[in-house]
């Protein structure tokens, strides 16, 4: 096959592209310069939102059609080229483009309402000859699996789920398909001997959206076991953060079983290494035994229907218990709140890793007995337009979605297709999960009233995962409900006062409704008390949907529930019954006397033209130096020269001042996909302050994520690691010891004379420092022992600059030469010069030596080693001045300080852990550890002339305490 790139189609490709990043990024520098193997998201600028008006463009200009996947998973111009060019996915590099196919172009006739979707096959019957309404399974059932026997009982072979794909594909799924397949399922969990499941055991899935994975997770209740959903990962660029995520969820729910599909069993079983619990990792076609499956567990009301693991930190995992009441009890409310039958007919794209798509679609099919039509999440994402028209071609009467999904297709639906959509039928369209905006709400019924949409449809809702899915409802068919308030009022005293109609700065809430039926909310201030209508505070919530806490957490679930009442989580008021939510008590952002929620100022930033839609988080951040807090905004974006990117820092500060009338403390640009989100999508605000106060943020552009080869083997090797850990014995464990000592010896002995005669005999300063940091990072990488580094980029790449750091061996001047920039130079004892093997490399690399115990001769070390630092250099110091066996930090001595105070220039203080027990004390055995180099945030000596002394003490005292803080050893210092 002749190369793709030479064709005239990659021109016309690589056009397509450009001119969208050309409108993306104006005057952006080195866009002539981008080809075939740039990548779209880092290089082009190309966001989520931009990737849907790329295949757009592409489909349109083209002619041909792109599978969804190519939504996420091509990387470059290359990968979607090979797409057009018909390539099999097994021809393609693994790395990128698995599973990505073209298909055929879409018809062109009036029925094609999705700019790709295609109408039904001549042989297959109509959306309305398929599904019909039937009767309603009574409320004395008690579990999901006596409901699904009850349907199958009654009506086996009706249609239940339909499951539409691309193009004219589409599945129908019985009730007693579903049965079937789940309960041969079921005989295989329990029939693997020793790594068979047994009742109560987790079963881990990890499978799209799609009939597997309803197999699976019915298949896992049949089997008297919890099923624990998790998400696939979306990109291999994002993996190994992925898995890690993963790993932590597997690893507190203990599940012994994951199921997953073929292409994912590998990274099934470097999770496996790294899970002590998982003895099995299977897809459902291993696990599946057809034939009469043997006699099943009968689960009760009370038993753990599933985990829900809610969004959270990879060392935190918090997965909520839900149980067969649980579920039922809250389906049955949000049955009678919505006034839904099984006349109904509800689309969702909504991911069944999510309570949102699990329990409200799902599962709400089944107790309801409504028809469920469900699409892939890629569906929705790759062309937005395919939901309104799936809703338009099988008639739906009822849909859901996050806010973001209606603002999006407020601002990219395609003006051809709206023209042939009838949306008249939709009577409910439920916004839930994700604060809801009032403006989209207006954009979005703007938009689509042509289309037959009735604004009265539009129902913001409220839930949580902790109360199972749903909480709060509006009554049906009012529409929504906006409350206007008064900014100062509310961010100042915390009441939702009426605001003037004239108010330009009035905040608008959208209600969520009232509780359902046999739950109670309640909004409560610090102390518990509970406060009067229109005042801010907490919300709390109880019912028989309520979790009874989250699994092996019992820290979590202690902050969770306070007394017979549950914590939110979430801010708001009543009025007049019904819930307004004003943000998240722990994203609350206190300053100047203000209660700022950063919703609206994320959602203004988003707006700012270079800023990835979607990509800004705001939160409170901790001063190091003065304990304040600050406003941080942390906004994604592609722009790389300087102009630009002043530009939307200069724009997102003007509109905090317009919004919240204070400016913001700093704003930090990076690149796509650095603000955390969870898996469906929210910011994950906690999280991005603990990397932004760690100083784990690169402001700088063009971050490359490592290649996903590099991914695997990384968590191969710690998966290793944890198991060998696990099995071998003391004994073995002693050998394994001074096997890696010797090993790591011999590295040492071939790599230092090497560097030693080449930092002599190099010509220049430069190439002399280049060489030290590559012999080190080269014998660390050898041995294994390179450290993790965090804040790195809190280091100036030039000027003069002072970094103090804690010394606990002599390997520690070999580690901070492998992390640190080659323009350091060390300031050490003047005892070093006594070895001469030690003196002549040192000298060569302008180290500095100084005097410790003569006093006059300190002071003259001192003004050298000042003058140096005005004429630009960087140094680094040992505080301590000498180190110890015993664990703790030593009192740091003050010229590093007073040079620091004398020249107005800043510290960094940087710590370093695993080297103490990496070289203990004198001992000339190395001993392996996990190390780690963390740079804290430069701290500035105060400006006082008059007073340098004080200012250096107060630098001394600073840097001491950020080191002892995240260094986790004593202070020896007292």
């Known amino acids: 096959m002749s190369d793709p790139g030479s064709s005239a189609r990659a021109e016309q490709l690589l056009g397509i592209v450009h001119g969208l990043s050309r409108e993306m990024r104006p005057g952006a520098p080195g866009l002539a310069q981008l080809g075939l193997e740039h990548a779209l998201e880092r ?29 996420t998973e091509a990387e470059t111009p290359r990968d979607l080229l090979r797409l057009m060019a018909g390539d099999a996915p097994g021809s393609m590099p693994p790395a990128s483009t698995r599973s990505l196919h073209a298909v055929p172009p879409a018809p062109t006739s009036g029925s094609d309402l999705s700019s790709g979707m295609a109408p039904a096959s001549g042989h297959e019957s109509s959306p309305e000859q398929r599904f019909s309404a039937i009767e309603q399974p009574p409320e004395t059932i008690a579990t999901l699996t006596e409901m699904l026997d009850w349907h199958v009982a009654r009506h086996g072979e009706q249609v239940h789920i339909t499951l539409y794909g691309e193009g004219e594909s589409s599945e129908d799924i019985s009730f007693a398909l579903l049965r079937t397949e789940a309960r041969a399922l079921a005989a295989g969990l329990l029939a693997h001997g020793a790594s068979a499941a047994g009742p109560g055991d987790r079963v881990a899935i990890m499978l799209p959206t799609g009939r597997e994975f309803l197999f699976a997770f019915y298949g896992a209740l049949y089997a008297g076991c919890v099923p624990v959903p998790l998400y696939p990962p979306a990109r291999l660029s994002q993996l190994e953060d992925h898995m890690r995520r993963i790993a932590g969820i597997v690893a507190n729910a203990e599940a012994t079983v994951l199921v997953t599909d073929p292409r994912a069993k590998l990274l099934g079983h470097l999770l496996s290494a790294q899970c002590a619990s998982l003895r099995r990792v299977a897809t459902v076609a291993e696990l599946t035994r057809p034939g009469a499956p043997p006699p099943l567990p009968s689960p009760g009301a009370e038993d753990i229907a599933f985990l829900q693991y809610t969004s959270g930190s990879t060392g935190n995992p918090k997965g909520v218990v839900l149980t067969h009441a649980n579920l039922l009890a809250n389906l049955r409310g949000m049955e009678h709140a919505s006034a839904v039958t099984s006349d109904d007919i509800f689309v969702s794209w909504l991911p069944l890793y999510h309570d949102m798509g699990l329990i409200g679609a799902c599962m709400g099919s089944l107790v309801v007995g ?9 569906a929705f994402l790759a062309r937005p337009q395919r939901w309104l028209a799936t809703i338009h071609r099988y008639r739906a009467t009822v849909s859901a979605a996050p806010n973001f999904a209606y603002e999006l297709c407020a601002n990219k639906l395609d003006e051809s297709g709206l023209a042939r959509l009838d949306l008249s039928c939709w009577r409910l369209a439920f916004n839930g999960a994700e604060p809801v905006a009032a403006d989209t709400l207006a954009r979005f019924t703007a938009r689509l009233a042509p289309c037959g949409f009735n604004p009265a449809a539009m129902t913001p809702v409220y839930g949580l995962a902790e109360s199972s899915v749903g909480l709060t409802f509006p009554p049906m068919g009012r529409g929504p409900l906006i409350d206007r308030v008064d900014r100062e009022a509310l961010s100042k005293l915390g009441l939702a006062r009426a605001a003037p109609a004239d108010d330009a700065r009035a905040r608008r809430i959208v209600s969520c409704g009232r509780v359902l039926a046999d739950h109670e909310i309640r909004v409560v201030d610090a102390s518990g008390r509970e406060l009067p209508e229109r005042t801010q505070g907490r919300v709390q919530f109880r019912g028989p949907s309520a979790t009874r806490g989250y699994y092996h957490n019992p820290a979590a679930t202690a902050r969770l529930i306070d007394g017979e009442w549950l914590n939110s989580g979430d801010l708001g008021y009543l009025a007049a019954g019904e819930l307004y939510l004003t943000g998240r008590e722990k994203d609350i952002i206190i300053r100047g006397g203000h209660n700022i929620h950063p919703q609206e100022l994320e959602e203004a930033a988003n707006q700012v033209a270079g800023v990835r839609r979607g990509g800004v988080a705001a939160f409170p951040a901790t001063d190091p130096r003065t304990g304040a807090e600050r406003l941080v905004v942390l906004a994604e974006t592609g722009e790389k020269s300087i102009a630009a990117r002043s530009r939307i820092q200069a724009e997102i500060n003007r509109l905090a001042v317009d919004l919240i009338g204070l400016p913001t403390d700093d704003i ?25 106060e760690r100083g784990e943020l690169s402001g700088k552009p063009g971050a490359v994520p490592r290649a996903p080869w590099r991914q695997i083997l990384g968590l ?25 000592s010797i090993w790591a010896w011999a590295v040492f002995a071939a790599t230092v004379p090497t560097a030693w005669v080449l930092i002599v005999l190099a010509p220049t300063l430069a190439l002399r420092r280049h060489i030290a940091r590559a012999s080190a990072r080269l014998a660390l990488l050898l041995t294994g022992l390179m450290p993790a580094v965090k804040g790195m980029r809190l280091i100036a790449d030039d000027g003069p600059l002072v970094v103090v750091a804690n010394h606990a061996s002599y390997l520690d001047a070999l580690i901070l030469t492998a992390v640190l920039p080659p323009r350091f130079a060390y300031v050490g004892k003047q005892e070093l010069l006594k070895n001469p093997f030690a003196a002549l490399p040192l000298r060569r690399l302008h180290s500095a030596f100084v005097e410790r115990f003569d006093n006059a001769r300190g002071v003259e070390d001192t003004r050298a080693l000042e003058a140096r630092v005005k004429r630009g250099d960087a140094l680094v110091f040992f505080p301590e001045g000498t180190f110890r066996d015993t664990p703790g930090l030593l009192p740091f001595r003050m010229g590093a300080f007073v040079i620091a105070a004398n020249s107005r220039i800043p510290v960094v203080p940087l710590t370093l852990t695993g080297t103490r027990a990496l070289l203990p004390g004198e001992s000339l055995r190395p001993r392996f550890s996990v190390l780690q180099a963390r740079a804290g945030a430069p701290l500035q000596a105060q400006d006082d002339e008059e007073n340098t002394w004080s200012a250096a003490l107060a630098l001394r005292d600073a840097a001491r305490a950020v080191i002892l803080a995240q260094l986790g050893e004593p202070d020896a210092g007292c």
Do not use: H, N
């Open 370 to 378: 409504f028809q469920l039509v469900l699409m892939s999440p890629l």
């Open 43 to 71: 290089d082009y600028g190309l966001d989520s939102l931009a990737r849907v008006e790329l295949l757009a463009r592409i489909e349109r200009q083209l002619g041909v059609r792109l599978a969804e996947a190519a939504f």
């Open 668 to 692: 930090v640009l990076v690149p796509p996909r650095s603000v955390l989100k969870t898996s469906s999508g929210k910011i994950r605000r906690a999280a991005c302050r603990e990397l932004y």
């Open 716 to 740: 191969g090797l710690t998966g290793l690691g944890a198991r060998t850990r696990q099995l071998v014995g003391p004994g073995l464990g002693w050998v394994l010891s001074w096997t890696w």
